[in-house]
């Protein structure tokens, strides 16, 4: 009975860590795929008429938009995920993990799981009040339908299928949320080096706001993000109790 008790846990680790690798396969494929597809056939429409709304300038190019940055991030999430699959280890807590599964633990903690988070809530939320604040119509004839789910649905959905599939130990979060704060930091700087340089706003909302509300709702996504890693954590925390205890005694 015990061999037949061992014998069934060791199947059933071998088809999850299999499904697993697929999951980040899939992921890394998809996401690769949809960047190259992205910065290769989408171009966005420009005006010559002076007295026409610009939605898009070329300064900055793709690396503009949180979206496309976003889409980076979960790429290198899932290709280091992979390659961890077969040359690191998914030991739940182990005594000396390799370089490139403390990479890949940080990478979700600190960025990947909070930027899809937020990216994918903002823009569907903002899409639904007014779809002109984020998406104009006149987008869909050159930003095709699979490719805006694979950029704002399936970074929450994949993202969130990693949080239940795979364990990670989180950094104290004072460290975690200093790694966020900086690159979303960056990012609200470098969209006001854009508005500089093109005179114009990277995201249609940001033109109807004016200064204190445009103040006020950088303020609100800043926090907003910062919640998002504390709702990781908490996910993390719930769904893999006993390995952070475990983790949490290997630590003292």
């Known amino acids: 009975m015990a061999n037949g008790a061992a014998a069934t846990q060791t199947l059933?680790?071998?088809v999850f860590g299999a499904l697993r690798t697929l999951l980040h396969l899939t992921a890394a494929v998809q996401f690769t795929y949809g960047i190259y597809y992205d910065y290769k056939y989408v171009e966005f429409p420009t005006s010559n008429d002076a007295n026409a709304k610009i939605i898009y300038h070329p300064f900055g190019g793709k690396f503009k938009y949180l979206t496309f940055l976003d889409a980076l991030i979960q790429a290198l999430y899932y290709i280091v995920s992979l390659i961890n699959d077969f040359v690191g280890t998914n030991e739940l807590v182990p005594k000396r993990p390799p370089a490139i599964r403390k990479f890949k633990d940080w990478l979700l903690t600190t960025l990947a799981f909070p930027v899809a988070l937020n990216v994918g809530i903002?823009?569907?939320?903002?899409?639904a009040i007014d779809r002109e604040l984020v998406f104009p119509k006149v987008l869909d004839a050159v930003f095709p339908s699979w490719l805006n789910h694979v950029l704002h649905t399936n970074i929450v959905v994949f993202i969130v299928?990693?949080?239940f599939t795979s364990y990670r130990a989180y950094p104290k979060r004072s460290k975690g949320l200093t790694g966020l704060s900086i690159f979303m930091g960056g990012y609200l700087v470098w969209i006001h080096i854009i508005k500089h340089f093109s005179n114009v706003?990277?995201?249609?909302?940001?033109?109807?706001?004016s200064l204190p509300s445009r103040i006020l709702f950088?303020?609100?996504?800043l926090a907003f993000t910062g919640?998002?890693?504390i709702l990781g954590e908490f996910i993390n925390n719930v769904v893999w109790a006993k390995e952070v205890k475990l983790s949490q005694r290997k630590s003292k």
């Open 201 to 209: 706003w990277v995201y249609p909302v940001l033109e109807v706001l």
């Open 218 to 221: 950088f303020a609100a996504v």
């Open 227 to 229: 919640g998002l890693y």
């Open 12 to 14: 059933f680790k071998s």
């Open 122 to 127: 903002t823009f569907w939320t903002l899409y």
């Open 161 to 163: 299928l990693e949080m």
